[in-house]
């Protein structure tokens, strides 16, 4: 049974060989670290195994560095520690970005390709909230709601796995968008430079995205979406599921409805997700002075009703009578202070 990606002291020599038997033909993930289990090391499988020439890995090394990436290898201290611990990481990633984005928590978002106006709007405002959190926002780089997700974040912080090389363009309408992240996020890929997106590479990308994240947030998933796969592979990496619910007389909403039915968890704002898996900037603010929260009469009023008895969002509205967006923005700015808990059921209290 795979416990991990094989901890060795990683060698040059070594990691050179890890890239060699990751890229040679008929070694999968998996089969890649059966043969760091059998054999102890890459080097040793290497020297049993057939695999491609160290003057093929030098060649693709080169011309990713030409792109302004490298290689993360698993085993190195770069590799992401939430990929590690699956029985199928990717050995390689090629990426091309900012590479110190992967030390910090991530959420994926994911959803149809021929998403809706008003959810490519809610993708973005969701994926603006949780970047605003402290979360890194991961997608596929699709048409629709990953490239609102993306589009969104890009300020906070993004992460886009390919199906496809890192060189290669896919899909055409999102090149300014793959540029952009190059420059200002980051681009990740386990398979070889120049490799086209065939089918097969999608439910293998989506594995990935949903392996470094905290959780996953579905937005518009028919019957059957392609999210629905990246769904069943966080359930199985023991990763939240979110799910923004749509009218059953919808089609576009078959699928999401379809996991929330199945135990998923319904999400109506940012709140739902912060309220499961906390705020990253919350906690690393926690230690630092609270500062005084503004005295205006909406915050006032607020901070009147709040206490340490977790009270639903929905009642601070009504009783407060001040509009949800006030109510929201009090709330953040309170939890950036280390001062708001929240609860499941959209609750909050004060700590």
Known sequence: MFDGPHRIEIT???RRARLRLARSARIGPVTFHEALAHFGSARAACATLATISEAAIEREEKALAARGGRFVVVGDE???????????????LSAVGDIALLDRPTLAIVGAREASLAGRQFAAALAAALGSAGFLIASGLARGIDAAAHEAALDSGTVAVLACGVDQVYPPQNAALQDAIATRGLILSEVALGAPPIARAFPRRNRIVSGLS???VVIEAAARSGSLITAQRAAEQGREVFVVPGS???PRYAGSNSLIRDGAILVRDANDILG????PRAAAQRLEKPTEMPADTDAARI????????????ELVRRCQVSAASIAEVLMALELEGRLERHRGNRVSLI
Do not use: N, R
């Not at 590799?79 to 199928?88: E, G, I, K, N, V």
């Not at 901070?303 to 929905?314: C, E, F, N, W, Y």
């Open 276 to 279: 499961v898996l906390g705020c």
């Open 303 to 314: 901070m009147q009703i709040l206490g340490s008895v977790p009270t639903a969002v929905d």
């Open 78 to 92: 770069l590799y992401p520690a939430a990929l590690s611990t699956l029985p199928d990481a990717p050995p390689i």
């Open 248 to 250: 059953p007389m919808d």
């Open 12 to 14: 040059p020599a070594e």
């Open 214 to 216: 905290a959780g996953i």
